[in-house]
T-cell receptor
Framework: GESVGLHLPTLSVQEGDNSIINCAYS??????FIWYKQESGKGPQFIID?????DKRQGQRVTVLLNKTVKHLSLQIAATQPGDSAVYFC?????????????FGAGTILRVKS | GAGVSQSPSNKVTEKGKDVELRCDPI?????LYWYRQSLGQGLEFLIY????????KSGLPSDRFSAERTGGSVSTLTIQRTQQEDSAVYLC?????????????FGPGTRLLVL
């Protein structure tokens, strides 16, 4: 079946450093990708998305990079802060006959050390 | 409301009891999704609604699980004869679903504990 996976289950970074979270996807037909942040006890929160006609998209302190050749997605967080500590999920959109379906990766835990 | 809401936020029940979990999507969103998340795990897709119909129920783990949606808005996920392995966070999400790929917005989840 289709799957989205993450390379690193846990990432520890020093406050102020940049973080990079990676994700591999398997469906070459996927054309929409989302990164979510989930803090403890809360639902996933949208961070940033990217469509397949783009290689890079920037938000506030976050950048998503898409490499369609190797089917790889990454989330870069600049100047990581303690409030960035959370689980990060990538999601790949599959366009089904009936509508859209997101397939989520397993998640990466980001721990920010002060 | 401004976002997706879910109730109750926490539910403790005894094995064998039935539970109902409620989701209020963002107003105007036609698509509604239910997911299950076990402790420290990723999101497991359960069911997808487009309007009041459910074209994809492939994630429901057993016939003890069912869901409905009325008026194209509120949805209820029902678990009959709950088992301890049903303990998890149940998340609801909604989206516009107007075309190829729309962001899903999540509620805070219902934390279900089956004793």
């Amino acid at each position: 079946g289709e799957s989205v996976g993450l390379h690193l289950p846990t990432l520890s970074v020093q406050e102020g450093d940049n973080s990079i979270i990676n994700c591999a996807y398997s469906n070459s037909a996927s054309d929409y990708f989302i990164w979510y942040k989930q803090e403890s006890g809360k639902g996933p929160q949208f961070i940033i998305d990217i469509r397949s006609n783009m290689d890079k998209r920037q938000g506030q302190r976050v950048t998503v990079l898409l490499n369609k050749t190797v089917k790889h997605l990454s989330l870069q967080i600049a100047a990581t802060q303690p409030g960035d500590s959370a689980v990060y999920f990538c999601a790949e959109n599959l366009y089904m006959e009936y509508g859209n379906k997101l397939v989520f990766g397993a998640g990466t835990i980001l721990r920010v050390k002060s | 409301g401004a976002g997706v809401s879910q109730s109750p936020s926490n539910k403790v029940t005894e094995k064998g009891k039935d539970v109902e979990l409620r989701c209020d999507p963002i107003s105007g969103h036609t698509a509604l999704y239910w997911y299950r998340q076990s402790l420290g795990q990723g999101l497991e897709f359960l069911i997808y609604f487009q309007g009041n119909s459910a074209p994809d129920k492939s994630g429901l783990p057993s016939d003890r699980f069912s869901a409905e949606r009325t008026g194209g808005s509120v949805s209820t996920l029902t678990i009959q004869r709950t088992q301890q392995e049903d303990s998890a966070v149940y998340l609801c999400a909604s989206s516009d679903d107007r075309g190829r790929g729309e962001t899903q917005y999540f509620g805070p989840g219902t934390r279900l504990l089956v004793l």
